[in-house]
């Protein structure tokens, strides 16, 4: 991983700080989308139209978790000189 590409990531991934309000509003967007389209205000109804359009598996706010867990752990093993400054600096 080049030093550039590792301060790209850096600061596109890892400086974001997703706050819990974010995530919910981005899984209140979805389910209102649903609500909207199918001209529904019911939870269970809007449940199975994602279940019907393969939204089911994780909410949108999990993605964005796993995303950036998974983001973080190849960061820290990563053999490149500027991240490793990084690591040790936040252990």
């Not at 509003?25 to 279940?51: G, H, P, W, Y």
């Not at 964005?64 to 190849?74: A, Q, T």
Request: positive net charge; proline residues 1%; contains cysteine.
């Amino acid at each position: 991983m080049s030093l550039y590409s590792c301060l790209k990531l850096n600061v596109f991934q890892c400086s974001i700080i997703v706050k819990k309000s974010q995530l919910d509003a981005i899984d209140f967007a979805l389910n209102s989308t649903f609500m909207k389209i199918f001209s529904t205000r019911s939870q269970e109804v809007v449940e199975m139209c994602k279940q019907i359009f393969g939204c089911h598996c994780q909410a949108p706010s999990h993605v964005v978790v796993n995303r950036k867990c998974k983001f973080l752990s190849k960061f820290i093993v990563s053999d490149n000189m500027l991240c490793q400054v990084f690591t040790s600096a936040l252990a």
